[in-house]
């Protein structure tokens, strides 16, 4: 039994399991599975390869995605979870995939052709000049980008793109920061570098789905 959860466009299921409506009927993007209920088909949505699942299975209770937004995602990869931001923006939102590797953007091409509200954008998300020429001003901001700068990235990306009432979303890796030091001591410094600029709305941590990752879900101040 599928059914609506607490986050806008997301269902759950049994055993844990999330969901999202298939844009594309019929056709999975990672070989996730498809099920079908009330002629509704839902693509399952693995916390163990995304981790904005992860951050909804570890109670965080809204990740302010809704239909219609305008979504920039940093650090696309071969788009496991931007499919499924696609699928919650629905077919009048659009997702900007910004991803820096050509191999991974040729995949990630590949993965989402059929879904006309994605445009895949070969970027380094460093270049905010090149990126104004490509990207709008947006509803939400969703970084995941394994960099040792990765939060100044996040911040500037802020500034030039999300609109006044937006929302920014950054999922940290700790071992790309600095493999020496704690996650813990790592992840509480740069909470105080977010909240000199922005108000955290919600911090999760995603064991045991992603290891040494934690999420911040942020606004303007």
Same mark, same amino acid.
């Given at each position: 039994m599928i059914k609506k959860s607490k986050v806008f466009e997301v269902y759950e299921g049994r055993m844990n399991k999330l969901y999202t409506v298939n844009l594309i009927p019929g056709k999975s993007v990672y070989d996730e599975s498809l099920s079908r209920q009330n002629n509704i088909e839902y693509r399952e949505w693995n916390a163990y390869s995304s981790k904005l699942a992860a951050a909804i299975l570890n109670k965080c209770p809204n990740i302010f995605l809704r239909k219609n937004d305008v979504v920039l995602y940093l650090g696309s990869s071969t788009g496991t979870t931007v499919s499924h931001v696609s699928d919650i923006v629905g077919k009048e939102g659009? %997702?900007?995939?910004?991803?820096?590797?050509?191999? %991974? #953007?040729?995949?990630? &091409?590949?993965?989402?052709?059929?879904?006309?509200? %994605?445009?895949? &954008?070969?970027?380094?998300?460093?270049?905010?000049?090149?990126?104004?020429?490509? %990207?709008? #001003?947006?509803?939400?901001?969703?970084?995941?980008?394994?960099?040792?700068?990765?939060?100044?990235?996040f911040l500037n990306s802020v500034n030039t793109f999300m609109k006044k009432d937006g929302y920014a979303i950054i999922a940290v890796k700790a071992r790309s920061i600095d493999v020496t030091r704690k996650p813990k001591q790592i992840f509480n410094e740069i909470r105080e570098i977010l909240q000199r600029e922005l108000t955290i709305i919600d911090f999760r941590e995603l064991e045991p789905y992603q290891k040494d990752h934690v999420m911040f879900i942020c606004k303007r101040k």
């Open positions: 659009f %997702v900007f995939a910004v991803d820096i590797a050509p191999r %991974v #953007m040729r995949d990630l &091409v590949f993965n989402l052709e059929a879904r006309k509200n %994605v445009a895949p &954008v070969l970027a380094d998300g460093n270049n905010f000049k090149a990126l104004r020429e490509k %990207v709008s #001003m947006v509803d939400v901001i969703y970084q995941d980008i394994a960099q040792k700068n990765q939060v100044d990235i």
